[in-house]
C-alpha cells in the first residue's frame, strides 16, 4: 500500500482556466473612455543609484533606476550618451519568461531611448554617460509598458539631478473602430485596431516622439494624438507631485 502524507492536500490532477464571457460590443470599461487607470509613483526606491522611481498603474508594475552622470570610455564626443535597458521578470506576463532569453526585448529599449532623448540636455554633459535601467515586474501590453516606463525614467532622472528640457511622460490610446479608448488595458490593446504611445512633455506643450502599431485614417490617428496629449497632461500632474513629495 502506497504511503500517503496526510499533511498535505492531494491536488487534482488537472486545472483549467476559468472562462470569462466576452461581448461583441467592444471591451467594456469601467471608468470613462477618457480617464486614466490610478497611477502610484513614488522616487527613491533603490538606494545604491543616484535616481530611481517606481511606477504602478492597474496591469503595469516598473521599478526604474538611474546612474550618472559618469565618465563614459572613449571615443569622447562633445556630447553625453543616454543608455536605455530594459528587462522583464520572468512572471511578468501571463506567459512565463526565459530568464536569460526573452527578458531584454531590444525594440522596448529602442522605442523609450526614442521618446526620452528630446526630454534630456545631453548638451550639457560632454563625455558622459547616463544609463537608464527599466525592470518591468508586470505589463499587460506593450503600449503600457512604453508610456509608464517613460514617464519612470523620467521620473528617476528628475531625482537624480539629470538636467532636463521639462517632465517627460508617457500616454497610450487604442482604437475600436471610431471609439478611442484612453489608457487601455491588457485586452483592449489586444484587440484594437490601432494603438499609439505618445510621449510629451506637457508644461512645455511639446511632444518628444510617438509610436504606432496598427492602421488608422489621418482624422482617427488626429483623434489618438489629442486624446493623448489630454492623457499626458493628467499624468504630469501625479509625476510633478511624486517628485515634490519625493525631495520633502
Known sequence: MATFDRRRIPAPEDSKPPV???TT???????????????FIKTGLVT???????????????????????????????????????????????VRRAPLRD???????AVLTNLLLPAVHLHLLPKMSVDVHIYVLEGDSDASVLAAGLSAACVALADAGIPLSGLAVGSTVALHGS??????????????????????????????????????DLDAVCDMVEAALAGATSAHDAVAVALFDGVQ
Open 25 to 39: 460590443a467592444g471591451p467594456s470599461r469601467s471608468r470613462g473612455n477618457d480617464e486614466l487607470r490610478p497611477l
Open 179 to 216: 471609439t478611442a479608448l484612453l489608457d487601455p488595458s491588457g485586452p483592449e490593446c489586444t484587440g484594437a485596431d490601432a494603438t499609439l504611445t505618445l510621449g510629451a512633455m506637457p508644461a512645455l506643450g511639446r511632444a518628444t516622439s510617438l509610436h504606432m502599431t496598427g492602421e488608422a
Open 20 to 22: 470569462y464571457l466576452s
Open 48 to 94: 545604491q543609484a543616484n535616481g530611481s522611481a517606481y511606477v504602478e498603474a492597474d496591469g503595469v508594475k516598473i521599478a526604474c533606476s538611474a546612474f550618472g552622470p559618469r565618465p563614459r570610455p572613449p571615443p569622447f564626443t562633445s556630447t553625453g550618451t543616454l543608455n536605455v535597458e530594459v528587462k522583464f521578470a520572468p512572471f511578468a506576463s501571463q
Open 103 to 109: 527578458t531584454e526585448p531590444v525594440s522596448h529599449a
